[in-house]
């Protein structure tokens, strides 16, 4: 059974600091995926992470893959309130890609002013 | 182009009733999915289905049906609920591959008393 655990599960960050959440999951995968979540509302889709060593940058996050030490790290760099948010990992073991995702728990990033 | 669409926002049942939670995309995409989020958990994979008269269980089934009669819908059905299914359900949906992430539509939240 695929694990896939996240933490920090809470952050609490004052904007302008830099932090890594961290994704470890238990099974051989070469595709994951990071979502935000706003409280009360759906996942929009970060990034995709195909192979092993993939790094994916959007303004102030950026997150890589090691498929060999099954991990996956979300950077946040000069935090901004905006970047409040519940960020989720979750890890692709299907055949055929995208059918069967196993998320983590989330890690809940506050940002304080 | 509406992405993925869910009814009802919002749903309060009695325990024992039956619905239909109804989910349908307009992208033309082969995969759809039905994933439950509970409060402090990720989302868990209730069934799926990777083209029209294809489903199959995911992690959480019992309790719940799903047919795919056409591309665009995937109706979630609850038996006779129970307490337990109280949740957030959310329906997602994706091109195969894996290569691009899973849309998810606004979510249903639902009750059973």
């Known amino acids: 059974e695929l694990k896939v655990e996240q933490n920090p599960l809470f952050l609490s960050m004052q904007e302008g600091k830099n932090y890594t959440i961290y994704c470890n999951y238990s099974?051989?995968?070469?595709?994951l995926y990071w979502y935000r979540q706003d409280p009360g509302k759906s996942l929009e889709s970060l990034f995709v992470?195909?192979?092993?060593?993939a790094v994916k940058q959007e303004g102030r996050l950026m997150a890589s893959l090691d498929t060999k030490a099954r991990l996956s790290t979300l950077h946040i760099t000069a935090a901004v309130h905006d970047l409040s948010a519940t960020y989720f990992c979750?890890?692709?073991?299907?055949?055929?890609?995208?059918?069967?995702?196993?998320f983590g728990t989330g890690t809940r990033l506050t940002i304080i002013p | 182009n509406a992405g993925v669409t869910q009814t009802p926002k919002f749903q309060v049942l009695k325990t024992g009733q039956s619905m239909t939670l109804q989910c349908a995309q307009d992208?033309?995409?082969?995969?759809m999915s039905w994933y439950r989020q509970d409060p402090g958990m990720g989302l868990r994979l209730i069934h799926y289905?990777?083209?029209?008269?294809?489903?199959d269980q995911g992690e959480v089934p019992n309790g719940y049906n799903v047919s795919r009669s056409t591309t665009e819908d995937f109706p979630l059905r609850l038996l006779s609920a129970a307490p337990s299914q109280t949740s957030v359900y959310f329906c997602?949906?994706?091109?195969?591959?894996?290569?691009?992430?899973?849309?998810f539509g606004d979510g249903t939240r639902l009750s059973i008393l």
């Open positions: 997602a949906s994706s091109y195969s591959g894996g290569v691009q992430p899973q849309h």
């Open positions: 099974t051989t995968s070469d595709r």
């Open positions: 992470l195909l192979s092993n060593g």
């Open positions: 979750a890890v692709d073991l299907s055949n055929f890609g995208n059918e069967k995702l196993t």
């Open positions: 992208m033309n995409h082969e995969y």
């Open positions: 289905s990777v083209g029209a008269g294809i489903t």
